[in-house]
Each structure stands twice: as C-alpha cells, then as structure tokens.
C-alpha cells in the first residue's frame, strides 16, 4: 500500500515537455568580452548569453548545460566554466567564466529543458 502512495504523489495530469538545441558564442558575439585579459590576474571575466524557449513551459523547468567546444589561446592554462543564471518559463540565462590570463574566443554547448 505504501509503494503505491508514493507512486500516486508523483503522477500529474500536465504532460512532461523536453525541449534542446545547441548555442554557439564566440568573437562575433555581441558584447563578448572573454577573449580580453585584465591586468588584474585574479579578476573573474564573465558572458551572459540569454536563452529563450520555442514555447514556454506552465512552470519553472529544469535546465541542463554540457559544454561541447571552446577556443581557447594556448598561451595560458584553459580555464572555463558554464553554468545556469535565472531559469524562468520562458527562458534562462547561459553563464560563461574565465579568469587569470585566459582568453576564450569562442564557446559552444548544448542545453535541455524539462518541465511541465
């Protein structure tokens, strides 16, 4: 009886929607500053990129990021991180970092959306 009381707490009249694609920043990009060194060796260089959803989702989803390609000057260590900024239905902010003499041209990842 238990186990199906909990199988009854997570079933939902709202079907699940999966939503993806792929993002691709670099150089070109409007705003991209990552690929310029500050004299401050410790400063910490971001680029926000805003993601917009085809439809959006009736709640706040669940979003993914995996890291696909970079350019990245081989002069210095390759230091990059990617993480989500505010998530809403209808979109999320993508948030690219680097820091010390590292210099990115270019970075690419995919995402996916999970949600009702």
Same mark, same amino acid.
């Given at each position: 009886? #238990?186990? #199906?009381?909990?199988?009854?707490?997570y079933s939902s009249s709202v079907p699940w929607?999966?939503?993806?694609?792929?993002?691709? #920043?670099?150089v070109l990009t409007e705003g991209w500053c990552? $690929?310029?060194i500050s004299p401050d060796e410790a400063e910490i260089r971001s680029?926000?990129?805003e993601v917009f959803f085809d439809s959006p989702f009736f709640a706040v989803p669940v979003v993914q990021?995996?890291?696909?390609?970079? $350019?990245? $000057?081989?002069r210095d260590s390759a230091r990059l991180t990617l993480k989500t900024g505010l998530i809403t239905e209808s979109g999320f902010q993508?948030?690219?970092?680097?820091?010390?003499?590292?210099?990115v041209y270019a970075a690419e990842f995919n995402w996916l959306a999970v949600g009702p």
């Open positions: 009886m #238990l186990l #199906l009381c909990a199988a009854l707490m929607k999966v939503l993806s694609s792929n993002v691709a #920043l670099s990552l $690929d310029q680029f926000t990129a990021l995996g890291l696909t390609g970079f $350019d990245i $000057d081989q993508a948030i690219i970092t680097t820091w010390a003499n590292t210099r």
